[in-house]
């Protein structure tokens, strides 16, 4: 009789007053093996990647290590996900639906409803939970983006970090993304800092191939045997699109002839390779009527532009195509170790991406993607004073909306839209030469991220168990993929329906056809009854560019009874198009109770964004307790980066406090005369007194030495997050990329005393609570 909790079986030994009369039975505790020859798994999954961006697609991104597994194994032509990052991982995860696992949106989107809760379920096992079930070590490299985002912090709750998810290893970070410069990292279930700087070489996809490399060259030196699941998500391609100098250069001049010209251009090269049909015709750039459409999302022809934005606009692309290719060689390096060590004939390889090219840049590019997280323009000027450090750590760069257009080619829009495949088809490429005699081939049956799971468990011989931890699991959504590895490019798919909805779009494919309502995303139109439905038989249509939806009533009427039926199955409903500043900044619940005083202390880790004090769209007061004397200085407070953020710090003998508005010169920067030695309270207060033009805060700072206010002036703050990526609030440091150029990260505050800091967001003026916060640190 077997252990119900754990499914081992029960002892049957015999138990005796002496060791010699018992009777041992060591079943119970025999470790789990994995089938005989069952293959290592090694999933490999890029961000924002459009499928007419990469080399074995016909992009002119080159990308040798795809190249190389694309000539031995297969090229899938319609594999497709949810349009966005969150969700698309959930379903790597789990093999079900988005919105089944909890993920609606991204997790710094959830609205407490069933399907955007972001929580997987318990019915929802992971696949390395499976796996780690029947024999496998399981590894986790890279980007992460499914803990809750109250988690995200040293003491939070682990419950949905990756090692309680089914990992035995963690390696990178978790949010949506990170400087890979200045990467904010977790190694299993702790923050670290990079083991180097980038002036000693640093950069975040290297860090992960070498952090990749030696996880399984550690699991093969102890037990050789057992076979491995490693799930590699780099950066790349999410903004920041960051790159060594050399990468970039690789591609001067290539987008010279703009992204128009290259739609056309990539768009033979994809039926030449046989990646789309002849007659696969091109979609309009911007198929939305300006009324309907995010305005955010708009492309603006490369003829309109002038000489200034196409040579700035070509250097973005050029910067983006360097960042996928230097990834790609650190991916790489971990082939050329499976090749060397023997490994790679039996290791089964995914090599994909997680939703279409990323239209976060807006129409005209960015120098800092946070600008468009808090609903605030970019300026053309500025972008071109930053030309000759795209890529570098001066920046936190993406390309605009028509490079996302183009790098999606024959399709329409990009990420986000999940009614169109511009924001679901992506580039997934499978290798496995011990187990696909097809070699060099292209695949065209039509399937989901949902599937990889199933196919994994498929491949290996195991079942997804119907019970596990005690909890009843819900069905599988994903179809096995391993029928099309050696079946004819054009056999029919085994994948019979799948709907799509993300931030207010929707569409569903269902053999062969395809209905899509038209609704842009984030734009806080709602009116979802209104939307107008389009149809596309995608079998013939592939690039979905003829609507049918007059000629075919009764078949469009069916797809979206389809829609309605897989939305109340999956937990879809509500929809949501508020804008990305309205759900990034909507309050969620918390593990700590709500309060307006939060202090600080020295000698701790930067706390992470999710879980710091809130001061954005508000007024708020930052006080600290320090003893100066000859020589104190360095930072006292620092929250954000250069791309945002504010810093309280001591320079020269001198208080001085900088708020950095998205990176925006010049800073605005408070400073004090020279300080008396001794104890004394330094802060400074913001009272917010209107909003701006694009909703940020507009109010009057006053930098405080004791009782007295020693600078005063107009300040303008953000209202959205200082930071997507790390960089949390610090005190006596600044951590990362420093939020002034004033200073050289750390600074670290040296040469006196710093008991604390206390930050509050009351209404309560800043005299009236200077002599209680001063008590309560010192207290402390």
């Not at 390889?349 to 590019?365: K, Q, R, T």
């Not at 020269?652 to 010169?665: A, E, R, T």
Request: charged share 25%; aromatic share 12%; glycine share 10%.
């Amino acid at each position: 009789m077997a252990n119900e909790s754990t499914g081992k079986p029960a002892f049957s030994g015999r138990i005796a007053l002496d060791v010699r009369d018992a009777v041992a039975d060591w079943a119970p505790y025999e470790q789990p093996k994995a089938p005989e020859g069952a293959p290592n798994i090694l999933v490999i999954l890029y961000d924002d990647t459009g499928m007419a961006s990469w080399s074995p697609y016909g992009g002119r991104i080159n990308m040798p290590t795809l190249d190389r597994l694309a000539e031995n194994g297969l090229t899938y032509t319609q594999w497709h996900t949810t349009a966005l990052c969150s969700p698309t991982r959930s379903t790597f995860l789990t093999g079900r639906n988005h919105h089944v696992n909890g993920m609606g949106n991204i997790m710094e989107g959830t609205n407490g409803f069933p399907g955007l809760s972001g929580h997987i379920p318990d019915e929802c096992a992971t696949i390395g939970q499976v796996l780690q079930q029947n024999g496998y070590s399981t590894f986790w490299v890279g980007k992460n983006h499914n803990v809750p985002e109250e988690d995200v912090s040293a003491g939070g709750s682990k419950a949905q970090w990756p090692l309680a998810m089914g990992f035995d290893r963690f390696y990178g970070f978790l949010g949506g993304e990170t400087n890979n410069w200045y990467p904010d990292l977790v190694e299993d279930n702790r923050f670290i800092e990079p083991p180097y700087t980038p002036e000693e070489g640093y950069h975040l996809s290297k860090d992960l191939a070498d952090q990749t490399i030696r996880m399984i060259r550690d699991q093969k030196s102890s037990n050789p045997s057992k076979p491995w699941y490693t799930w590699f998500c780099p950066g790349a391609n999410h903004a920041p699109h960051h790159a060594p100098e050399e990468y970039i250069e690789k591609y001067r001049g290539a987008f010279d002839d703009g992204y128009d010209a290259y739609r056309t251009w990539v768009l033979d090269r994809m039926i030449e390779r046989g990646i789309l049909p002849e007659g696969t015709e091109l979609t309009p750039f911007n198929p939305m009527p300006e009324d309907q459409a995010n305005p955010a999302d708009w492309v603006k022809p490369w003829a309109e532009l002038s000489a200034e934005e196409q040579r700035l606009f070509s250097r973005m692309a050029e910067v983006f195509a360097g960042f996928s290719e230097y990834t790609d060689a650190q991916i790489g390096r971990v082939v050329d170790y499976l090749e060397a060590s023997g490994q790679l004939d039996n290791t089964l390889i995914f090599y994909c991406a997680d939703n279409g090219a990323s239209g976060e840049g807006s129409p005209d590019g960015s120098v800092n993607e946070n600008k468009f997280f808090n609903g605030f323009p970019d300026d053309l000027a500025e972008n071109l004073a930053k030309i000759d450090v795209l890529g570098g750590p001066e920046t936190y760069n993406h390309y605009p909306t028509g490079w996302a257009a183009a790098f999606s080619t024959p399709f329409q829009m990009f990420k986000r839209y999940s009614q169109f495949s511009g924001g679901t088809c992506d580039p997934m490429i499978v290798h496995w030469p011990a187990g696909i005699r097809a070699k060099g081939e292209v695949r065209h049956q039509y399937h989901h991220s949902t599937d990889v799971v199933a196919t994994i468990l498929d491949v290996i011989g195991i079942e997804f168990p119907s019970v596990f931890r005690g909890v009843e699991q819900r069905p599988l959504d994903g179809v096995s993929m391993k029928y099309s590895f050696d079946a004819a490019p054009d056999a029919p798919t085994e994948k019979q329906v799948q709907y799509y909805a993300m931030l207010g779009t929707r569409g569903i494919w269902k053999d062969g056809w395809k209905a899509a309502a038209i609704h842009a995303p984030l734009t806080g139109h709602g009116r979802f009854d209104e939307d107008r439905w389009e149809l596309y038989h995608v079998d013939v249509d592939r690039s979905e560019s003829t609507d049918l939806a007059a000629e075919h009533p009764e078949k469009l009427q069916e797809l979206i009874d389809a829609w309605f039926a897989e939305a109340e199955k999956n937990f879809v409903l509500p929809l949501d198009d508020r804008s990305a500043r309205d759900q990034l900044t909507i309050e969620r619940p918390q593990a700590e109770p709500p309060r307006t005083r939060y202090v600080y202390y020295p000698d701790t880790g930067a706390v992470p964004e999710s879980v710091a004090v809130n001061v954005r769209g508000r007024s708020f007061k930052i006080i600290a307790d320090v003893r100066v004397e000859a020589g104190t200085k360095g930072v006292i407070f620092a929250h954000g980066s250069r791309f945002g953020g504010h810093s309280l710090f001591l320079k020269d003998g001198k208080l001085h406090y900088v708020y950095n508005f998205l990176g925006i010169p010049p800073e605005q920067h408070f400073v004090s005369e020279a300080l008396e030695p001794g104890d004394h309270a330094l802060g400074m207060e913001f009272v917010r007194e209107s909003a701006g033009e694009h909703g940020e805060s507009i109010g009057t700072c006053k930098l405080y030495v004791d009782d007295q206010v020693v600078a005063e002036g107009p300040m303008r703050a953000q209202v959205g997050k200082f930071t997507l990526c790390g960089d949390g609030l610090c005190v006596g440091y600044d951590s990362a990329d420093a939020v002034s150029s004033e200073y050289t990260n750390p600074f670290p505050f040296e040469g006196g005393v710093l008991l604390g800091v206390a930050v509050d967001v009351s209404e309560e003026q800043y005299l009236d609570l200077e002599l209680e916060a001063l008590a309560a640190l010192a207290r402390e």
